[in-house]
């Protein structure tokens, strides 16, 4: 007999509803979910895979151990006693600093990673602390944390009623939108033309977006800041008299920033003319709902925060910051509930607390730069990084200038992984500890929600129970192991924290609906629940929507989500400024040193206009890949080869390449061999490889990927090269050259 489950797709930031089929133990048909409040039946090929990631004869379903350099499976017990009596002592001699813990991006996707990496990150106490961040947002982070004192509060495009949508570095008809929850991202841009909206891409490729956008600007890899910068100083010339001043500061200041960006100053750099960003300028600041939306193809550059605090600014001087089809924030079911009468402002927002050991990289969000974790593994001295961690990442892939990251970690006296395979990164580790399948844990999107484009939320159950521990059991006794508790101790030492922590914060918030009730009648009220749910009911209940354990009895609970399988509808955005600030003036902090300095050293490049012969590397995505896992789903990779290098007529002609035949491409730190394809759909000037391929490596168990490997892009990254604001690496925009082979 068949079964119907509903549950949201982990597998992007989309949060596209699933319906999903099982007979006899097995996943028969997985469909989008028609009734779903937020995607209406949209899926993408991703999401239709949940089952085949599940049956992958490859995903590991029990520990390995590293012996004579062999990955043999054991048991759990095992696996952790191996941990306790080789990592503990690696710290205990030569301390905290000592053990370094990377987080990849799909904990983003998953409750434990969200709720409870927390007590592994606090039990190590390590300054090396590195994620996927660095390598993607963490700009994003920075401004936000400069402009309103909060680095969480990223303020997403409110899709659904805007009439201008201005995207650069984005292609969200592949990606389905990152940084901004979207269900079908294409059919809302299509939305937006039908109503008589405009949306223009600026893009060095003409992408998918692009080509069902209105307009498609062309620009010069990097320089999407300065070309930010000359759209303010435009607005600042010719409208300056319509710009209130009662969040920005001094209006002379942002002038200032902006004088060397003049229209005409910066079109040689940037590719587009000055009549262009004139009429942009003026189309932004002419009365429309406006938004503009910046994504990795400028985050992950040189001056990403200088891009990213622009973009921001901008909406801000055209009255389209908190306001209707400008840039808002979300209002999850699990956050903070609004406080009446609290005036805005708080702690504010600052880096640097403390530095990297070799390079004296500034801390950003209590993490280093993963660009230098290579250094901190191969400079000898006291806080050497002798043993990692990495929880549901693949640096090895990941992170710029791989080839020296790979040769670190074989230095390393001892390695753990969390993660579902033996690949590029893991292969490294002495243990690896897999945690269930997708489809073996309940889901809620921590993350996703509060970038949401819509204030929704949905629960979904597992599907089938798993045969090991589940992930949060694998990092609660990973975290009491550090604390020195033991391979043994009860994970209920951390699951009490975790809910106790979640509790006090509730019942502690000043003038909040919980404020002064017991603590510990919260935890006791979900004490039978799984430690994951506890957190779910725990924070939705306290959250803007929640029953507030009684007090509110039509309100949210983790009860009624599940009663609920199609998600619940809360509504569309609404302002909210002052309840997401938290800068110490409590205004929009605009003008700071920082942003002063970045934008005087992006001044000084304004004359660098394309030398003769130049190339740029570039990245890019498909809608079929996100994380480099997903190159072992052979429905997901069968076809046409798709890691191919992207190259203009022009230049394949100069260059003396055909389409189709194999080009070494060649930068500062590595080089590979990938196959020619010659399109115009990419500007003069500039080439592109997609990220996460180059699964060639041996010692990996990746059946389906090593049958179409393509190749590593971040071999051609250079780690020096990074955002000084964010610590994030530059990953497009990489000088390269390129021969026939």
């Known amino acids: 007999m068949d079964s119907t489950h509903f549950r949201t797709c982990p597998l992007c930031e989309a949060t596209c509803g699933l319906e999903i089929t099982i007979r006899d133990g097995s996943v028969r048909r997985i469909r989008g979910d028609r009734d779903d409040v937020f995607s209406n039946g949209f899926i993408c090929p991703k999401g239709s895979t949940l089952g085949t990631l599940h049956d992958d004869p490859d995903r590991l379903r029990r520990p390995l151990i590293r012996r004579n350099g062999v990955h043999v499976e054991v048991d759990w017990d095992e696996a952790f006693a191996e941990i306790d009596d080789r990592l503990v002592p690696i710290r205990k001699q030569h301390g905290a600093d000592a053990v370094a813990l990377y987080l990849g991006n799909p904990n983003a996707h998953t409750i434990a990673g969200a709720v409870f990496g927390r007590p592994l990150i606090q039990a190590l106490a390590t300054h090396n602390l590195y994620s996927a961040s660095t390598v993607d947002q963490m700009p994003r982070h920075v401004s936000s944390g400069l402009l309103f004192g909060n680095p969480g509060a990223m303020a997403v495009p409110d899709l659904d009623r805007t009439e201008y949508l201005l995207i650069l570095g984005a292609d969200p008809v592949e990606s389905n939108g990152s940084l901004c929850t979207a269900p079908d991202f294409p059919g809302r841009i299509t939305s937006i033309r039908q109503r008589g909206g405009q949306v223009i891409v600026v893009d060095p490729r003409r992408s998918r977006t692009a080509a069902i956008a209105d307009e498609h600007l062309p620009i010069r890899p990097g320089t999407d800041p300065a070309w930010l910068l000359a759209l303010i100083h435009s ?9 209130t001043l ?10 200032s920033i902006v004088a060397p960006f003049t229209p005409e100053a910066v079109a040689g750099f940037c590719g587009i003319d000055a009549v262009t960003t004139e009429r942009i300028a003026g189309e932004l600041s002419d009365g429309r709902r406006a938004a503009v939306y910046t994504r990795i193809g400028t985050h992950t550059a040189r001056h990403g925060t200088l891009s990213s605090w622009a973009a921001d600014v901008l909406c801000l001087i055209t009255d389209n910051l908190d306001t209707v089809g400008g840039m808002m924030w979300p209002n999850p079911c699990h956050g903070r509930p609004e406080v009446p009468g609290r005036a805005p402002g708080g702690r504010g927002f600052r880096t640097g607390r403390w530095a990297s050991r070799v390079s004296e990289h500034p801390e950003v969000r209590g993490e280093l730069p993963v660009a230098i974790l290579a250094e901190e593994i191969e400079t000898p001295g006291t806080g050497q990084v ?11 892939r990941s992170t710029p200038d791989s080839s020296r990251l790979t040769a670190a970690m074989e230095q390393l006296e001892f390695m753990v992984s969390v993660d579902i395979y033996l690949n590029e990164t893991t292969r490294h580790a002495d243990v690896v500890l897999p945690p269930p399948s997708s489809l073996e844990k309940s889901h809620f999107d921590f993350a996703f929600y509060g970038l949401s ?3 929704v939320a949905n629960y979904s159950p597992a599907v089938f129970t798993p045969d090991g521990p589940g992930e949060h059991e694998i990092l609660a006794r990973l975290a009491l192991i550090i604390s020195d508790h033991g391979p043994q101790a009860d994970p209920e030492l951390i699951y009490g924290l975790v809910t106790s922590t979640l509790a006090r914060q509730a019942t502690d918030l000043p003038g909040g609906p919980l404020e002064g009730r017991d603590p510990e009648e919260l935890t006791s009220s979900v004490a039978h629940l799984d430690p994951p749910e506890r957190c779910i009911d725990l924070m939705v209940r306290s959250g803007p929507y929640g029953d507030h354990f009684g007090d509110a009895p039509d309100g949210l609970s ?16 609404e302002p909210r400024l002052s309840g997401i600030l938290r800068t110490t003036s409590g205004t929009i902090e605009v003008i700071h040193d920082a942003i002063v300095d970045d934008a005087a050293v992006l001044a000084t490049s304004l004359e660098a206009a394309p030398g003769e012969g130049e190339l740029l590397l570039v990245g890019r995505r498909h809608v079929r890949s996100n994380n480099s896992w997903m190159h072992n789903l052979d429905v997901l990779v069968r076809g046409r080869e798709r890691c191919t290098l992207l190259v203009h007529p022009d230049d394949a002609e100069r260059l003396g390449l055909l389409d189709g035949q194999q080009a070494l491409v060649s930068s500062r730190v590595g080089q590979v061999e990938a196959p020619v394809e010659i399109t115009d759909d990419i500007r003069p000037g500039v080439v592109s ?7 060639d490596d041996p010692g990996t168990r990746l059946g389906v990927a090593r049958t179409r490997p393509g190749v590593n892009s971040n071999l051609l990254t250079d780690g020096a090269v990074i955002d000084p604001l964010s610590g994030n690496a530059a990953l497009n925009g990489i000088p390269v050259a390129i021969r026939p082979r």
């Open 235 to 243: 607005i600042l010339r010719d409208d300056a008299h319509r710009i």
């Open 558 to 573: 983790l009860e009624k989500l599940i009663d609920h399988p199609h998600g619940i509808d809360f509504g569309p955005l």
């Open 453 to 455: 484009v819509r204030n």
């Open 689 to 695: 490889l997609p990220h996460g391929w180059g699964h």
């Open 386 to 396: 002798r043993a990692l961690i990495t929880v549901a990442g693949n640096p090895a």
């Open 246 to 255: 009662e969040h920005t500061g001094s209006l002379e200041s942002l002038r």
